[in-house]
Structure formats: C-alpha cells, structure tokens
C-alpha cells in the first residue's frame, strides 16, 4: 500500500507531490551545508527540471493509450534515470510530465544539461503507428529549468510540502511554457524578467502553428496540399484575432 501511495506503477518513478516535496527539502539541506571555496562564475548551483513531452495529445491519437504508456512513457523514464547521475532525483507528477532533481550542477553548465535533456529525449525509439498514421520523427519535450542558488534557495520557506511546491515548482513551469510558446523541442531558463516580454505576432503565430504540427503533418502524408493551405490560412486569421486581444499594446496599424 505504501509503495502505491509514493510511486506510479507504470515508470516505478515517484509520484507523490508530498514524498517529492519532502525529498525537495532534504535535497536543499543537504546544498545548504556550508560548502568547499569554489569561484563566483562557477558556483554550484540546485536545479529542478520539468519535462514536458510535446504534443501528447497527438501521440495518444497515433498511437493507442497501451502503447503510449509501454513503449513510450515507460521506456524513456528509464532512458533518463540511466542518462544521469544516481544522485539526480527524477519523478512523475503528471501524466506526461516528468521532473527532477539535480544537486550540486556547475552554474557554468546549466545550459549544457538543459541541452542533455532534449537530447536524451530525441534518443527514445519511436514504435511504429498502426496503418493510417503517420510516424513522428523523434519524440520531443519542452523543457523548463528553475535554477538556484545558495541565497536564493535559503531564502524559501521550505516548511511545508505545499510551500516547497510553489517555491520550487512553479518558476520551472513558467520556463516550460514559454519554450513551448517559442516553438517546443527545447528548454528554457526561469527568467523572471522574461515574463513580461511581448511576443511579436510572427513568434505567436509559429507556436500556434506548431501546435497543430501533427495535422500538418497527417494532411502532407495524404498529400492533401489545398486543405493544408487552407487550414494554415483559417488558423493564420484567427490567431491575429486573439494575438489583437491578448496583447492590444503591441498591435499596430
């Protein structure tokens, strides 16, 4: 009953946001602990990683729910757990989001294991699709990276599970977003300055865009080249419409 309680049965990973929240605060401790001299540019840092795979909806539709989760979900948790250290905490709070923990990783470095990351996720193997649908070509994530530092981490109230969560959690979810906005298959930084960034209208419109890539995609493979255009057309015009609603400052004539 315990082991139901703290881990999903399908990867064997962590699930419980009160065990991962519990496990964060040991984690933080034990960065906290006074450590060794090391220089400023190359200070170690904590990161928490949350995993996004892209897209999922459209993997459900390829391929059926069994598959999805035996040949995709469970096998890329264990391709991940192998592609990192044992040290490196990875946990499952979502259906497709996977998250974790790294302690103890070089500021300098920050960029090249958010880069890791994706590129581990390229490696999985795809199965193939039943007859009808067409293959993705790699399975891709977004990525988003809440790094901290010694002052910032000592500055969190970390009593709680629920507080450790909005501490921690949150900022990473915020980067997976805006890599998602910016066009999936990559891993942004948390950047508080970034939040209120407007984004031009090219830049929304590719992510709508690429939201609707695997219909894209299925209307090439039947070489249905007019409804293609077409449908580009319609999703064109109505992101201008809600582009002009969202973000009235940056329209102009």
Not at 121 to 132: A, K, M, T, W, Y
Request: charged letters at 30%; aromatic letters at 8%; hydrophobic letters at 40%.
């Amino acid at each position: 009953a315990e082991r139901t309680q703290k881990t999903d049965d399908l990867t064997g990973l962590i699930d419980s946001q009160i065990f991962v929240a519990k496990r964060m605060q040991v984690e933080a401790q034990q960065f906290l602990a006074p450590p060794e001299a090391e220089a400023a540019e190359d200070e170690e840092v904590m990161v928490w990683a949350e995993i996004d795979l892209d897209d999922f909806k459209a993997l459900n539709t390829i391929y059926d729910h069994s598959t999805v989760d035996f040949q995709i979900l469970k096998p890329l948790a264990a391709l991940l757990r192998e592609s990192f250290r044992e040290t490196d905490f990875l946990c499952r709070l979502g259906g497709d989001e996977l998250n974790i923990i790294f302690r103890g990783v070089k500021k300098s470095a920050v960029t090249i294991l958010g880069q890791k990351i994706v590129d581990v996720i390229h490696r999985l193997p795809l199965p193939e699709p039943s007859s009808g649908q067409f293959k993705p070509d790699i399975l891709t994530a977004s990525v988003g990276l809440h790094v901290m530092d010694r002052s910032m981490l000592s500055k969190f109230n970390l009593t709680s599970p629920e507080l450790v969560m909005n501490s921690i959690r949150k900022p990473a979810d915020s980067a997976t977003e805006r890599a998602k906005f910016l066009g999936k298959d990559r891993c942004e930084v948390y950047n508080p300055d970034a939040e209120g960034i407007v984004p031009t209208f090219e830049v929304y419109l590719k992510s709508v865009l690429r939201k609707h890539e695997e219909e894209f995609r299925q209307m090439r493979h039947r070489q249905d080249y007019a409804t293609l255009d077409q449908f580009q057309e319609h999703l064109a015009a109505a992101a201008r419409v809600v582009y002009q609603f969202k973000y009235p400052v940056a329209v102009t004539a």
